[in-house]
């Protein structure tokens, strides 16, 4: 491999002659060689919107010359369609506030503009520091491109939740009128219809997702113009003005500079917010999983209640056995997202003083967790709710069968002559129906109307 010389202020490095990244990143490279894992493609564009925001901002306010500023603008536009994202190769674990990860982007921008500019890498024409990084500082760049990647990620998150939601509602205005067997505590319980069930697993999804879009209202906020530790030192009000205007024009979001630069520089309590959002859907998603997994159960010895479409076969070594894989996916990658949101939270408390260092896995789980959350439930709603069919004999029979209508009596006939009824069936194995007519407790007319299925799955009027 051929290699060419870069210099940084420890010294001489050598660098791969065909690398766009620069000797600080090689540095990186040789202090953590510990996961392997990359910083999302989201949050490699925010950087890309946040320096040619900056340049755009320099350019005009005459800091910087249009020469270099144009060169840098169309390297980030390069970007932002694409190109060199092989050329971030920091880990995510590493140097604190992500000090290694912004100079590798600086360091990548920096050599594509001499490109442009008909330069070799490396040549002192355009400067990482003095040039592409002007007006800004680590602790300034890191936190609003988390913001704005995250922002940018949770659209179509929204989105496809929205669509997870109506697949639930669908299911539920179908199955409205089969009548099922309750369950609490894993016991017989009161009937329900299966749209019933479906209703309230739509709505706990679209509650969580409302609490996301709430809590992301927060990373509006940011704090570019800040700088080292928020008292904007090497910058301008007009520099900070203008950045902010060109990241609202470049984004369509309604960006605004912070109120307290040094709060967004010192927490990310607002990104543990959105965190936590995010956990609340994966604890929602994870009940419902479950749940259609136990009514899925079977299709001989469980409930057998509904059906999952056949999406593979389900053993090495059991003919004919499938599985409900697609429950099990989402059920795992909500997992995933709780042991994101818990590192998350720990990052967010570790904050000293004017600055949290430790936003470089915040980043990353941050960013993987909406990725994880959106993939999940499109693949939820395509490949499973959208194709899940109802088994109404066996729902029938099972709310025919349970003792759980007994609750129905109470008004009728009070608690503990129904719980003598309910005693008596399971003893002899007759029905409820049967010991009541039997014992002409109440008159068959009378039964019917009180174990119908409006009557034991509605209000009374």
């Known amino acids: 491999m051929k290699y060419r010389i870069d210099k940084d202020s420890l010294g001489n490095k050598k660098v791969p002659a065909g690398a766009y990244y620069g000797s600080e990143t090689v540095r990186a490279l ?25 340049a755009l901002a320099n350019q005009s306010l005459k800091h910087l010359d249009a020469r270099r500023a144009k060169a840098i603008i169309r390297a980030c536009d390069e970007i932002l369609a694409g190109k060199f994202h092989d050329q971030f190769v920091t880990d995510v674990f590493q140097s604190g506030a992500g000090v290694s990860a912004h100079m590798n982007f600086n360091e990548v921008v920096t050599n594509r503009a001499l490109e442009i500019l008909r330069y070799k890498k490396g040549s002192d024409f355009l400067n990482s520091h003095d040039h592409v990084n002007r007006g800004q500082s680590t602790n300034d760049v890191i936190p609003t491109a988390i913001r704005l990647a995250a922002l940018i990620g949770l659209k179509p998150l929204s989105e496809s939740s929205e669509k997870l939601e109506k697949a639930f509602q669908k299911k539920s205005r179908e199955f409205r009128d089969i009548i099922k067997s309750g369950r609490t505590h894993l ?38 113009g800040g700088s080292a530790v928020g008292t ?55 009940q419902i999983s479950n749940d259609l997994r136990l009514l899925n159960s079977g299709p001989k010895t469980g409930f057998a209640e509904i059906h ?38 720990f990052a967010a408390s570790a904050g000293q003083l004017e600055l949290n260092v430790m936003r470089p896995v915040i980043a990353h789980n941050l960013l993987q ?12 709603r395509v490949y499973c709710i959208e ?36 005693k008596e069936a399971m003893k002899t194995g007759k029905t409820l129906r049967e010991v009541i007519l039997n014992k002409k407790i109440l008159s068959p007319e009378k039964l019917d109307k009180i174990l119908s299925t409006g009557n034991l799955t509605k209000p009374g009027k």
Not at 37 to 54: E, M, P, Q, T, W
């Open 30 to 54: 040789e202090n953590f060689p510990i996961s392997g894992l990359r910083f999302h493609a989201s949050f490699i564009r925010a950087l890309a919107i946040i320096k040619k925001s900056c």
């Open 187 to 224: 016991q017989d319980a009161a009937p329900v219809t299966l749209g019933q069930e479906f209703s309230g697993w739509a709505r706990q999804l679209e509650k969580s997702r409302e609490r996301i879009e709430m809590l992301s209202k927060n990373l509006y906020e940011i704090g570019m």
């Open 232 to 286: 904007g030192l090497n910058t301008t009000f007009a520099y900070r003005k203008k950045v902010v205007a060109n990241l609202r024009a470049l984004t369509n979001l309604p960006l605004v500079s912070a109120k307290n630069l040094f709060e967004v520089m010192q927490s990310d309590a607002d990104l543990a917010a959105v965190s936590g959002g995010l956990r609340d859907y994966a604890i929602a998603l994870i």
């Open 308 to 345: 999952l479409p056949d999406r593979q076969p389900g053993s090495s070594i059991m003919p004919g056995k499938v599985n409900p894989v697609m429950p099990e996916a989402a059920a795992q990658a909500a997992f995933q997202i709780i042991g994101n949101d818990t590192a998350i939270t």
């Open 369 to 380: 967790s909406i990725e994880i959350l959106k993939n999940v439930t499109h693949v939820l």
């Open 387 to 422: 194709g899940i069919t109802a088994n109404k004999d066996r729902c029938r029979e099972y709310a025919e069968a349970s003792f759980g209508i007994a609750a129905a009596l109470n008004p009728h006939i009070g608690y503990a002559k129904a719980a003598e009824c309910v």
